[in-house]
């Protein structure tokens, strides 16, 4: 009995989808064979910019197309650190020195912005593939992007559903991909919290190919050290206000950075509490900090905002989204403060006089 892995699985899920950007895409991709692309991802890598980069370079094989997957900031998540090494993804972090020659063109995926160092400037971009909208000036063959699906990888998946490269449930290769998309879309649609029509319909289809025990590893993926360490010091700084915490964690690394927000996720669990920023001076050059809220009445928006301000140019230290928002204030020269406990000091003392300031209790 010939097996038809192939035959439009989702095709039961029954909204009209359109195939116009798949065979678009189909139609750039097949007038580039025999070249070579890379596949750029712009800012920290995350799931969702990580599965979509395989699934980009999935498909240029299919094309005979050669890509290179480029980031241009540290993986700094544990959790992403740990789906790139289990699905074993070949990435490389940009240098002054990639060798840019021999390469023909550049695709772009789940970037937001989309600047480029300016030796990329020479290479024609192929191929833009977002959800957000996209900021910045750019040229490309074929640009894709949706602000009602909830990850660029949902889009991917849509490719792949439309056949644009073979989906075969006994390739490892296809499962390993099918995985990293469902994994995207989980984590940019906060556990299908904000998930929408096209990622449900996605969800679906990448559900048959991946590697469940696979998922499940990279999702367990235990607590690092360093954001137990971080959360325990943001827990014992705490300071609650009504239904507020606000947390200051010292000094954090760069590469730790997230583990501000995870510690930031944490206190919010507690009973009584409505939203937490927690916040700490990473990399001796940022005062940066993370909001969370369960509240229907703060918006962190328009809350980090007012309480942070802008910088001389007009543009905000902080800003966000529903939920939740981040804000990142320029320690300028005051780094070099020669003591560190000090410059702690200060720069806690001031978050704490603006935001017990902000919510009108007075702090003693
Ligand atoms: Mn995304």
Redesign the pocket.
């Known amino acids: 009995m010939p097996t038809t892995t192939e035959a439009t699985p989702g095709a039961s899920l029954s909204v009209a989808v359109s195939r116009e950007p798949s065979q678009s895409l189909k139609t750039i991709l097949s007038s580039h064979k025999g070249e070579r692309h890379v596949i750029a991802i712009r800012g920290y890598p ?1 799931p ?2 990580i599965g ?1 980069a395989m699934a980009h370079g999935f498909i240029c094989r299919e094309f005979e197309i050669d890509t290179t997957i480029l980031y241009f900031d540290d993986i700094s998540h544990h959790e992403n650190r740990a789906l790139v090494k289990k699905l074993a993804i070949d990435m490389t972090r940009y240098s002054e020195d990639f060798e840019l020659n021999g390469y023909d063109r550049l695709a772009i995926v ?1 970037a ?1 912005m989309v600047e480029m160092p300016s030796d990329f400037k020479r290479l024609p971009v192929v191929s833009i593939v ?3 909208k996209v900021q910045g000036e750019f040229d490309a063959e074929f640009v894709d992007v949706r602000e009602d699906a909830g ?3 949902s889009i991917y998946a849509e490719y792949l559903e439309h056949n644009l490269a073979a989906m075969n449930k006994d390739s490892p290769e296809a499962g390993k991909l099918a995985s990293a998309l469902l994994f ?1 879309i989980r984590s ?1 649609t906060d556990d299908y919290l904000l998930a929408r029509e096209l990622d449900y319909r996605a969800a679906a289809f990448l559900a048959q190919y991946a590697d469940h025990d696979l998922l499940q590893a990279i999702s367990k993926q235990s607590i690092s050290p360093r954001t137990m360490e971080i959360t325990q010091r943001a827990y014992a700084n705490k300071v609650i206000a009504d239904t507020h915490v606000l947390a200051g964690v010292g000094y954090v690394r760069d590469e730790d950075r997230d583990s501000i927000g995870q510690a930031a996720d944490y206190l919010l669990r507690r009973e009584g509490i409505d939203t937490v920023i927690c916040y700490g001076i990473v990399n001796n050059q940022f005062v940066d900090g993370s909001m969370r809220t369960t509240s229907n009445v703060v918006d962190p928006d328009r809350f980090l905002k007012e309480l942070f301000g802008a910088d001389p140019h007009g543009i905000a230290y902080g800003g966000g989204r529903a939920d939740k928002g981040a804000f990142k204030i320029p320690l300028g020269p005051f780094a070099s403060c020669g003591d560190r406990d000090l410059l702690w000091r200060m720069v806690q003392r001031t978050i704490e006089d603006l935001f017990f300031n902000k919510i009108g209790i007075n702090r003693e």
């Open positions: 995350d969702d910019s979509s789940d937001q977002d959800h957000h990850s660029t990888s995207g940019d």
